[in-house]
């Protein structure tokens, strides 16, 4: 049998909508223009993004990172939230540039559906501007892909890039780090972008009323709080004061992201009454009847990132942070391993 027509078939035929990708690139040029910084040589809209490294660098090196936002955006999806996780994607990888010492210079995205809506994608986008204002870097490309057949109706995935730089002879790689040190938790603003397929996994056994109330808010607002950009506070921070080390407090909690950044002699000792954690990882842990060890291990309890000074910069790290709108903590300290024992400790 022939099967052939002489039907013309088209992209629009086969599930893909030039028309609606313009107008997503239109949407979103006033957010990513709102991002520009000096070092931005064009705009979005051509085939690669310029940038030149500044001449306030005598020995720049470009450190880069790249990340996604994980099951979170499964949430988003079940609750048509997606003004937040843009910020969520910006977090994950600014953040992780920061510990370096790197200040993020410019940013750039992927967002893959199978059909593109474009309201959206404008509001992930919007996001993710949103985000890169936060951390001062520019929202310099990306790249919108429509896959039809890819991706469940009204689902996407998202990826970002971050290049930031650093003084190389400021390099933070926490060889500095020494015993006596002490550790700085800062808070963190929720859950972050950690977790969430153990966090969506207590809300299908518990089922529970996403809209109620919780602490103020409505839970869903709590699950869904977008993750702590920490760059302007923390480069102003190492601007005065000597910074030993920093980790990123993210998949792995304090317990594995921490010793990232510690030498193999070393151990970090963390007093968990130290700081508060917020109501929102308890009723996890109720209602999962998920194990402390377990909590430690998956999510961050509260504290986004953590800073390693002296002992003698400790106060006036404290204030700083305090100062630039963070909520600082003197967590823990820096001893001798003994051993084999962990290199995080929390007692």
Not at 157 to 176: C, P, Q
Not at 311 to 331: C, F, M, Q, V, W
Request: proline letters at 4%; glycine letters at 12%.
């Amino acid at each position: 049998m022939n099967s052939s027509t002489n039907q013309s078939l088209s992209y629009r035929d086969a599930g893909v909508d030039i028309e609606a990708g313009d107008a997503l690139v239109d949407a979103i040029k006033p957010f990513a223009r709102r991002t520009m910084r000096e070092g931005v040589l064009g705009g979005i809209g051509g085939f690669g993004a310029l940038f030149e490294i500044s001449k306030k660098y005598r020995e720049p090196v470009l450190v880069s990172g790249t990340d996604g936002v994980g099951t979170k955006l499964k949430l988003a999806f079940q609750l048509n939230r997606h003004d937040t996780v843009g910020i969520d994607l910006v977090a994950m990888s600014v953040n992780d540039i920061l510990v370096q010492g790197a200040e993020p210079l410019f940013f750039l995205d992927y967002f893959a559906c199978g059909k593109l809506d474009v309201k959206t994608a404008a509001d992930v986008i919007k996001g993710v501007a949103a985000g890169c204002e936060q951390a001062g870097c520019a929202l310099i490309g990306g790249e919108t892909a429509e896959m039809p057949s890819m991706y469940p109706d009204g689902e996407y995935d998202l990826a970002g890039f971050a290049v930031g730089a650093v003084e190389k002879s400021e390099i933070i790689d926490g060889r500095k780090i020494a015993p006596g040190d002490v550790v700085i938790g800062l808070a963190s603003s929720g859950i972050h972008s950690n977790g969430y397929s153990l966090v969506r996994k207590i809300i299908d056994v518990t089922k529970p009323d996403l809209n109620a109330d919780f602490d103020g808010r409505s839970l869903a607002d709590a699950l869904m709080a977008p993750t702590r950009i920490y760059v302007k506070p923390l480069l102003s921070l190492m601007a005065d004061v000597e910074v030993r080390g920093m980790a990123h407090i993210t998949g792995g909690g304090l317990v594995e992201n921490i010793p990232r950044v510690l030498q193999d002699h070393l151990t970090a000792v963390l007093k968990k009454d130290a700081w508060n954690m917020p109501p929102l990882f308890g009723w996890l842990q109720k209602h999962g009847h998920v194990a402390e060890e377990e909590m430690h291990r998956v999510f961050n309890c509260g504290i986004g990132m953590v800073v390693i000074v002296s002992p003698e910069n400790a106060d006036k790290a404290i204030s700083r942070l305090n100062a630039s709108g963070e909520t600082a903590y003197l967590i823990g300290e820096i001893r001798q391993r003994a051993g084999d024992e962990p290199q995080t400790i929390v007692k």
